[in-house]
């Protein structure tokens, strides 16, 4: 018999964080639904794990345990992305410190940084995923994000964790793109992980999610008290959809992988298609890191379609391609990431592979540019058109 230890992808996702089977239980027990829970009237909350609901649930332990299990940490999942990683910054930054960023990473994050962190005292600086990255010293914690969101760069998280750890700085590591499955940062030595779970992990656009994980007990108490005292937890049924969902994230992530070769393979073919990336292409310029540091590629590629009105005609003209925004779930969607304000060019068009056919996604596709023709303007020529 193997251990869990030995276990595949798939095999983790299923079980991860399942109670020990017990005759006449579910094997994944439904969502609790409580604020406060009966009390023992003599020994109050030191009774029973579940006292008051902000800071306990068992619906929550339990996804906590599996997205743990995924990331080889101890997880505290947050209302949403967003709640975690300002959780994190705003629970280890104090005024004085200094913070490394991504300049290309999650655009949410770095105008928190930019608004919030700067205006209590926190030295923001930025450096591109794909570096130079500056000396470390005198820094207290950098955030890599990687691949980066949404122009797919990498670092390299072993390389620039040793560095920064000589520096005496903490490295926190957004997952999100990646997912657990992608990369453990933390094997490669990153100190803390960071993510959305509202993206490919739970994969199915029904849900916002966010987690820390770490092996640190220092930070785990410090994210745990924040997010006991600011509350930004995920209620129990957002909770047990993410880890129903979490079984399949090993077959959602074949499929979007298997889709995203298709699809880059498509465009860079075509003429009438500018600065396509996806790691996984050989002549990528992540594709080195990538192809080194993580264990599957992410089912998002980025391109160019020169002109917003183009983008548009390319979404109307497609049966299969939603126009959405997040990216990871079920249906295949494009966003034009200009239009929520990321520093892009405005034909910049990030597609989340779904896990719909193939074959059906790379017709759709090719009938839906074909349809939409050319746009005005742009070049779509020359010896960088792949970038
Ligand atoms: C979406 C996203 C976030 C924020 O997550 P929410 O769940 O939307 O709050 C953070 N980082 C990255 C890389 C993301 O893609």
Redesign the pocket.
Known sequence: MTGEQDWRDGTRCVHAGLPEPAPGEPFLPGPVFAAPYHLDPWEGPSASPNGYGRPDNPTRRLLESAVGELEGGDCRVFA????A?TGLLLAVLRPGDVVLLPAD??Y??RSFATRTLAGIGVDVRFAPTAGPYPELDGVRLVLL?SPA?PGLDVCDIAALAARAHAAGALVAV?N??ATPLGQRPLDLGADVVV?????ALTGHSDL???YVATRSAELLTAVTDWRKTTGAVPGAFDAWLAHRSLATLDLRLARQTANAEAVARTLVARPDVAGVRWPGLPDDPAHPVAAAQMRRLPGLVSFDLGDADRVARFVAASRLVAAAT?FGGLHTTVDRRAQWGDEVTPGFVRLSCGVEDPADVVADLTAALDAAGLSCGTPTTGPDRRR
Do not use: F, H, M, W
Request: charged fraction near 15%; hydrophobic fraction near 30%; proline fraction near 0%.
């Open positions: 949403s992305g967003q709640a990683i990473g999650y949410a994050v994000e969101n957004d999100t793109t993510a959305s779970g509202t993206k916002l999610l966010g997040s």
